[in-house]
RNA sequence: GCGAGAGUGGCGGAACUGGCAGACGCGCGAGACUUAGGAUCUCGUGGGAAACCGUGGGGGUUCAAGUCCCUCCUCUCGCACCA
């Protein structure tokens, strides 16, 4: 046997045993308590990178520990196949998407399973295939039935020059990213979902969520971002036709005295009324063309000056019942509340910009607690609320505070008929229409007679066809596809259209955990029974970039498939952990940019030089691994090197998950040294362990009797079990959990070495209980090692399914304790005292202490303080 | 501006309900074994000659504070004209 390991032979070895033998396939077992760990499936960019290790080595880890306590532990992977990046392929290297797709999920998978991941990968999913996308349009259909699923006119990013729609991440500070036109916005029909039908329920449902990051949950409250208020109608000084008041939405009812005008949104319908026969008319219609040839981005920008135009119309505060002059302003959103609001430049910072800018009067209407603000000479809005003093100059509400005026008038509004209580949400409805080809066909038809029909259920999937034009201009590649697109009614057989548009690929990743339950299911998406028995998902990891939009779909899926009786659960995942991202430091020539490590020479004078002209490179940040900032290091060549369990023991000790972890190929290194230190002890115990293989369980050790060393050996074998296995359960603290384990084999090096070369009984059995625990603790960090270690020591594969080392709580105590001795708070001796002294005997054995006399100097102790098993304190 | 999180040796990071600050690893130093080692093993390693000083700064509570309270500073991330 080698005293060198060797990953290169060990690890393929393992990992082909594992897919033989099915040791992770898993079923449905009632009898056994489930476990559904799941990891965010993995977008088949071409090779796997660190993010990627970090993610599965931590998923990893937590599924073969929650294996090894018995549960049944469902571990499924797979890929979220669809995206704009294969059809980018497409466009600039003529690759089909669906090839390009396919070549790297293959060279991917390969990755992973070098990586020693204990997936059940006979549930592997792949979005990109009709067998997973006919279920979105499966799903789509049944949200379509329930009005779920609608069609609406909505704003996309248009390049004029390529007569293409852009994905937001093609548009780059408002030019298109291949030819840098300019983007516009332009309206089209698309598909949306009406999360905003669940939005309170998203809401109500992250109070459940306690094993969530508090950041995370709020993050989704403020997304969705719900406000209470009241919808009040201003009535138009001259009606117009129907047209007889304009409603407006305000969480500030308090301040309605103070309202001095009204803005409207640019894109609101209403304006075309009001400014007709209007000398404003002109100017008022140049002002809308003009915002809204801006980009979104620019225009919704935080800082972006306030500016509007008067539409020559009057409105009345139905309040103080003065004429209030209706304005147009850019920095009214259509899209929420009602597109139009009350102005109160005295207490709200954008009214009161807007008002200073364009000379309109400025009401105080609330005063402050000492009374200071004077309404003349405001320098900004007064916006307190809740330390606020009172309402002054608004009628029989003067006096009142904030929060009583605010129910006061509420209930005069809704008492008067001038409008009513509501609760608004920032949340918009999920558009999922994407002009695309690299996607879920949505499956619609158009008829000229029938008007809108839904592909009938027996019909789907609907394919991608294969052959398509990549150009990256023009309409969408479906478009393009004369095959596709004409079509027989489904209701009448006339000649219609398909629909051209494809899914965001949020879809797809919206149920996958779903369809892992059950992932040949054909009759439906999901099998209830089987969703039944493993859903929620109880522990989901992965990156805090998806805090809002996944985890958010995901949920809304997960709700409205139940309400379809596809699932029970309310939550998909019960527990989520945001891994850090993998940094790394960066380095910077002053004239060639960022470098790679490769493209630098040492000097052992004044450190690295651009191997190009010799300049000295700059020590950039620690930053993001990122391929612009040339500080990625490369997985497959890391496995390569020292293997599959170095890095990802290296992944999990080098910070905790939650935290950012900092690359270090030194500390890389150590965990190599780590593993072969324990591949060599175990090497040098084998012949003494292998004798008597059949004396495993801990058991047959007999905790009375032994020498004291193998005792004091025994201790630390259940201590570090003890640690192991709490910092594992307790927030998955592995970095610790590992520090335990080197603890551990430095503590077995020490005892060997120690080890006289008499046979003692307890100490070899002592030393075989060590040896199996130390293995069994590290088989989830380094199971290819470990696998390896209980086979040479004559034991049968795989550790798997063996039961997680329970420890002896009377073992972990020790018999002799260290008590720091305090004088005034500060350390200043220690006693070895028996662990069951009491209290008097502690003290004692302290004040015979021979340099506490010293530090008492004869003062004796006005009070002395004792903390059982931790410490004594002697105050003078 | 709002929200979340963080500041501890030369570095990554430990420290449960207040109770020995710096576990573990890296790096560094010394020694051992070696033809040699950048392999391996052992020992040492916060600063300071010492008294002492040390967990972003200042204040407080306490016998005792990295941990609790007040205050200030810095950094990271997310959201940001949402009425």
Redesign the pocket.
């Known amino acids: 046997m080698k005293r060198?390991y060797d990953h290169r032979a060990v690890e393929p070895r393992w990992q082909a045993y594992w897919e033989q033998q099915h040791t992770f396939r898993v079923t449905e077992d009632l009898s056994k308590t489930k476990y559904y760990c799941l990891e965010m499936f993995p977008y088949p960019s071409g090779r796997i990178h660190m993010g990627h290790v970090r993610n599965y080595a931590i998923g990893d880890v937590v599924a073969r520990y929650k294996r090894m306590r018995g549960f049944n532990v469902l571990h499924p992977m797979g890929w979220d196949a669809f995206g704009l990046p294969a059809e980018n392929a497409a466009i600039e290297h003529g690759v089909h998407p669906g090839l390009w797709t396919d070549e790297n999920i293959r060279y991917m998978r390969g990755q992973l399973r070098q990586m020693g991941l204990s997936y059940d990968w006979s549930r592997e999913v792949t979005t990109s295939e009709p067998e997973y996308y006919r279920w979105n349009q499966w799903i789509f259909l049944k949200m379509y039935e329930r009005g779920l699923a609608y069609r609406k006119r909505s704003a996309v990013n248009w390049c004029p020059s390529c007569e293409t729609v852009l994905a937001n991440e093609q548009v780059e500070e408002g030019h298109c990213w291949r030819c840098d036109s300019v983007v516009i916005q332009k309206e089209l029909d698309q598909w949306f979902f009406k999360i905003t039908d669940y939005a309170e329920e998203l809401l109500k449902g992250l109070d459940g969520l306690t094993g969530w990051?508090?950041?995370?949950l709020?993050?989704q409250?403020?997304?969705i971002?719900k406000?209470e208020?009241v919808e009040v109608d201003f009535p138009l000084a001259e009606p117009l036709g129907d047209l007889k008041a304009i409603r407006?939405?305000?969480?500030?009812?308090d301040t309605i005295f103070g309202a001095t005008f009204m803005?409207l949104?640019p894109e609101s319908p209403l304006l075309e009324g009001l400014i007709q026969n209007r000398p404003q008319a002109a100017v008022v219609r140049e002002f809308v063309t003009r915002v809204s040839r801006q980009d979104k981005a620019v225009?919704?920008?935080?800082?972006?000056?306030?500016?509007g135009v008067f539409t020559g119309a009057y409105a009345i505060n139905p309040f103080t019942k003065l004429r209030i002059p209706i304005w147009v302003?850019?920095?009214?959103?259509?899209?929420?509340?009602?597109?139009?609001?009350?102005?109160?430049p005295a207490h709200?910072?954008?009214?009161f910009?807007f008002a200073r800018r364009y000379g309109i009067p400025i009401r105080l209407v609330i005063q402050n607690p000492t009374g200071s603000l004077v309404e003349e000479r405001l320098d900004a809005a007064y916006e307190e609320q809740k330390s606020a003093g009172a309402l002054v100059n608004s009628g029989q509400f003067s006096g009142l505070s904030v929060p009583k005026a605010k129910e006061q008038i509420a209930e005069f509004v809704e008492a008067q008929g001038l409008g009513q209580r509501t609760v608004?949400?920032?949340l918009?409805d999920w558009g999922v229409s994407r002009q695309r080809y690299w996607g879920t066909p949505i499956p619609i038809i158009y008829c000229d007679a029938c008007g809108l029909v839904p592909v009938p259920e027996g019909d789907l999937p609907v394919r991608l066809p294969k052959d398509v034009p990549f150009t990256g201009r023009g309409a969408s590649p479906l478009a393009q596809v004369r095959e596709f697109v004409s079509v027989r009614c489904p209701t009448c057989a006339s000649p219609a259209k398909r629909e051209t548009d494809t899914m965001d690929t949020f879809v797809d990743s919206s149920w996958y955990f779903l369809r892992y339950c059950s992932p040949k299911a054909d009759q439906l998406p999901i099998e209830p029974a089987a969703a039944g028995y493993w859903m929620a998902v109880d522990q989901y990891i992965g990156g805090?970039?998806h805090?809002?939009l996944h985890l958010l779909y995901a949920r809304f899926f997960t709700k409205a498939l139940r309400d379809l009786g596809l699932t029970t659960a309310d939550e998909p995942f019960r527990s989520l952990l945001t891994q850090?991202m993998v940094c790394k430091e960066t380095y910077r020539c002053p004239t060639h940019g960022w470098l790679f490590p490769d493209d630098m020479v040492w000097s052992d004078k004044d450190g690295w030089h651009c191997a190009q002209c010799q300049s000295q490179a700059e020590k950039g940040r620690?930053e993001k691994m990122s391929k612009s900032k040339k500080n990625i290091v490369d997985p497959e060549h890391l496995i390569v090197t020292l293997g599959a369990d170095t890095a990802r023991l290296f992944s999990l000790?080098?910070?905790?998950p939650d935290?950012?972890?900092?690359w270090?190929?030194?500390?890389v290194?150590?965990?190599?040294?780590?593993l072969?230190?324990v591949w060599?002890?175990m090497i040098d115990l084998q012949p003494l362990l292998r004798q008597g293989a059949h004396t495993t369980s801990s058991e047959d050790v007999s905790s009375s009797g032994g020498t004291s060393r193998s005792q004091e050996l025994r201790r630390l074998t259940h201590r570090t079990t003890k640690k192991v296995t709490t910092?594992i359960e307790?927030e998955f603290?592995f970095?610790?959990a590992?520090?335990?384990?080197?603890?551990f084999?430095?503590g077995l090096?020490?005892f060997v070495?120690e080890r006289g070369p008499d046979d003692q009984p307890a100490e070899t059995q002592a030393l075989r209980e060590a040896a199996q625990t130390l293995i069994l603790l590290l088989g989830p960090f380094a199971p290819h090692l470990a696998e390896e270690l209980w086979e040479m020591l004559g034991q049968k594969p795989s550790i798997a399914n063996v039961p997680w080392p329970q420890y002896d709580p009377a073992l972990v105590a020790s018999e002799r304790?260290?008590?720091?001795i305090?004088v005034?708070?500060?350390?200043r001796s220690?006693i070895e005292v028996p662990a069951d002294s009491s209290e008097e005997q502690v003290i004692t054995l302290a004040r015979q202490d021979a340099k506490l006399s010293e530090?008492l100097q004869g003062k004796s102790p006005r009070?002395v303080?004792y903390?059982e098993k931790?410490?004594v304190?002697f105050?003078v």
């Open positions: 060198q990051p508090e950041r995370v709020a993050m409250r403020n997304w971002g406000s208020g407006v939405f305000t969480t500030r009812q803005s949104a225009r919704t920008a935080a800082d972006r000056e306030k500016e302003a850019n920095f009214v959103l259509y899209e929420y509340g009602t597109g139009a609001i009350m102005a109160v709200d910072q954008r009214d910009e608004m949400y920032r918009r805090i970039e805090a809002v850090g620690v000790f080098a910070a905790p935290k950012d972890l900092e270090s190929d030194s500390g290194e150590g965990c190599s040294r780590f072969n230190r060599r002890l910092d307790r603290q970095n610790t590992i520090a335990a384990l080197m603890e084999v430095n090096y020490k070495a304790l260290t008590i720091p305090q005034n708070g500060k350390l220690k530090w009070r303080i903390v931790k410490l304190n105050v």
